[in-house]
């Protein structure tokens, strides 16, 4: 049996609940990929687009234009591999409850008869008939009701309103069509038994101007291969299928493409697997975003006594070049110490206090940002911290690092100062339970003493675990290194 997989009303919203149909964008039978469109749908709000989840061939459709369908309803099935029509119904009647039979399933109202099987004769409203009225671009209705009114040359005006919130449903034209014997013109259905012709493109994603060339050639865009930039059908694509098909002959292509806007000059992607590390970075990133409840608390610490400090010991030694980032490390250190709840870390199950501070800090490489861990480092000077931070960083950009200098964090630090941005929020390097995004430092006026003065201030943000990490125990540990910055001989303490 095929693997298949269904299409849902999604939630778009705390308020949504339900989702009229406006218009489908695949027939059964269509080939789709994951994250085609499928179907639009109005709510009390917007116009949206449903996609699929899933690659594979569109086997069922299971409402029909205008039904309301609830969050979570069953929209259509998409099938990898074939399947039989016993497979797809047992697969919708468990989807939908034993309940319901497939057999309810407004498929044939999904989509019109074909043309070639059922060509309605459309009966336009005389004058004295749903023609007549003033403007309706204000009365309230919905997409798909205001579209088939105005295919058929009905004024909303005339139409008694009995849909959501007041508005004029496709059943409310139905009716009043119904009563006036017009028989409604609907949306047709692709003929999959017929030819396909350049109607059948509107489906594919294709750039405008490739979309154009391919009408004024007679070029169906599913002949198309799509080698333009985001899986797209280019101008280029289009030629090369005209080509095929005799549809371009030599010397014709300046005289087709002359109308068109000139497009911009071919974009060369290059597409590359993502290396190992990258993947482990884009695995832990994305699990401690899903599964860790984050926090954040901010402060902006003036850090004029810490960037002096900084020139003190840099003009005094010349074997150390001590960084803001180095007193940052030493400074949240000695805040953790203070701080048991926020040096730990905790897997979900069990939670480690540690009496050592072991500070990762980020380091910027080739491969994407890693974490080397500075083991105990409130017990080191500020030279011993800024010699070992430069040898972690050679390390960490040659990939020389060992194994326990990379997982053994019990706090991260994230600095993008030196890039000049001014504040940021960071993802916890589980399972570590907290991080510190670092800005960059600006003069800015600042209050000392009751009198302005012109301080260099920093924004720092604390990402915390909300699990194990309260907002008291976050604030109490910014507090403590607000004051550790702001006045450096504490950390002596």
Not at 87 to 102: E, F, K, M, W
Not at 130 to 145: H, I, K, Q
Request: proline share 5%; hydrophobic share 45%.
């Amino acid at each position: 049996m095929a693997n298949l997989a269904p299409v849902l009303m999604p939630k778009w919203g705390m308020e949504m609940t339900e989702g009229e149909l406006a218009e489908w964008h695949v027939a059964v039978g269509d080939s789709v990929t994951a994250g085609a469109d499928i179907v639009d749908v109005e709510t009390a709000k917007i116009v949206n687009t449903v996609t699929s989840n899933h690659a594979g061939q569109v086997v069922r459709l299971c409402a029909a234009i205008g039904d309301v369908i609830p969050v979570g309803g069953l929209l259509a099935v998409v099938a990898e591999g074939s399947a039989s029509d016993a497979d797809i119904d047992a697969y919708v009647t468990s989807l939908r409850g034993a309940d319901i039979a497939p057999a309810v399933e407004a498929q044939p109202e999904a989509i019109a008869p074909s043309p070639s099987k059922i060509t309605p004769e459309p009966v336009i409203a005389s004058p004295t008939g749903l023609s007549e009225g003033p403007s309706d671009a204000d009365v309230p209705a919905s997409s798909v009701a205001r579209r088939i009114a105005a295919q058929n040359h009905i004024n909303l005006n005339n139409i008694p309103a009995t849909g959501r919130h007041g508005r004029v449903s496709l059943e409310d034209v139905r009716a009043a069509a119904a009563g006036a014997g017009i028989a409604l013109t609907l949306p047709q259905a692709r003929d999959f038994d017929a030819p396909r012709g350049a109607e059948d493109s509107g489906r594919f994603n294709a750039t405008p101007v490739a979309r154009r060339l391919a009408q004024q050639l007679g070029v169906n865009l599913s002949d198309c291969k799509n080698t333009g930039r985001h899986g797209r059908i280019s101008k280029a694509d289009v030629e090369a299928a005209a080509a095929s098909q005799n549809k371009f002959p030599v010397g014709a292509a300046t005289t087709a493409v002359a109308p068109l806007t000139p497009e911009a000059p071919s974009d060369h992607v290059a597409i590359e697997n993502l290396s190992g590390a990258r993947k482990t970075i884009a695995r832990v990133v994305s699990q401690a975003k899903s599964e860790v409840p984050h926090f954040r608390v901010n402060v902006d610490v003036d850090v004029s006594a810490a960037m002096r400090l900084r020139e003190t010991l840099n003009n005094h030694r010349s074997d150390i070049k001590v960084s803001l980032n180095d007193i940052l490390i030493k400074a949240c250190a000695m805040a953790l110490a203070s701080s048991p709840i926020i040096n730990a870390r905790f897997d979900g199950e069990t939670l480690e206090r540690h009496s050592q501070a072991h500070i990762a800090s980020a380091v910027a490489t080739d491969n994407g940002v890693l974490m080397p861990v500075l083991r105990n480092a409130g017990a080191l000077g500020l030279g011993e911290i800024s010699n070992a931070m430069r040898d972690l960083a050679t390390r960490a950009k040659t990939g020389r690092l060992a194994l326990d200098e990379m997982g053994t964090a019990t706090f991260s630090i994230s600095n993008l100062g030196m890039f000049g941005i001014d504040s940021f929020d960071a993802i916890i390097n589980q399972p570590a339970v907290a991080i510190l995004a670092v800005g960059a430092a600006k003069q800015q006026p600042v209050v000392r003493n009751g009198e302005l003065a012109i301080g260099m201030l920093m924004s720092l943000s604390l990402s915390s675990d909300h699990r194990v990490v309260d907002g008291a125990d976050a604030a109490r540990f910014l507090a403590d290194l607000k004051g550790m910055l702001e006045e450096p001989a504490l950390m002596l303490g």
